[in-house]
């Protein structure tokens, strides 16, 4: 069975950081793209950044671009989102998913599994 495990997420002051991990079993994701989505309170899930199976493609939201980082271990089948300069509006619940594809992509149609999700709380 395939699971998908987000940690790392916490309470974290503006202008902070946090590093999340997304931890995969079950199957490797190593030729998988994967992403990050989050969900603020009141809001629909919002894309945030996608990473190829490689490595080598990138994406990211507007919102994020400059700030936060994805990265991956296929060696760990692991996949990392560095978020710095935190703002309060990044405050949300935050999803690892992947995807059978291995280009990344925005839209969560695109991906086949999720994790539970992870806290995000940025405030002063």
């Known amino acids: 069975q395939v699971q998908l495990v987000e940690s790392g997420g916490g309470l974290v002051q503006p202008g902070g950081f946090l590093r999340l991990s997304c931890a995969a079993s079950?199957?490797?994701?190593?030729?998988?793209?994967m992403g990050w989505f989050r969900q603020a309170p009141g809001k629909e899930r919002e894309f945030v950044a996608a990473?190829?199976?490689?490595?080598?493609?990138?994406y990211y939201a507007d919102s994020v671009k400059g700030r936060f980082t994805i990265s991956r271990d296929n060696a760990e089948n692991t996949v990392y989102l560095q978020m710095n300069s935190l703002k309060t509006e990044d405050t949300a619940v935050y999803f690892c998913?992947?995807?059978?594809?291995?280009?990344?992509?925005?839209?969560?149609?695109?991906?086949?599994?999720w994790g539970k999700g992870t806290q995000v709380t940025v405030s002063s």
């Open positions: 998913a992947a995807t059978w594809n291995v280009m990344p992509g925005i839209n969560e149609s695109r991906y086949a599994y």
């Open positions: 079950g199957r490797t994701f190593s030729y998988n793209a």
């Open positions: 990473i190829s199976g490689s490595g080598a493609t990138t």
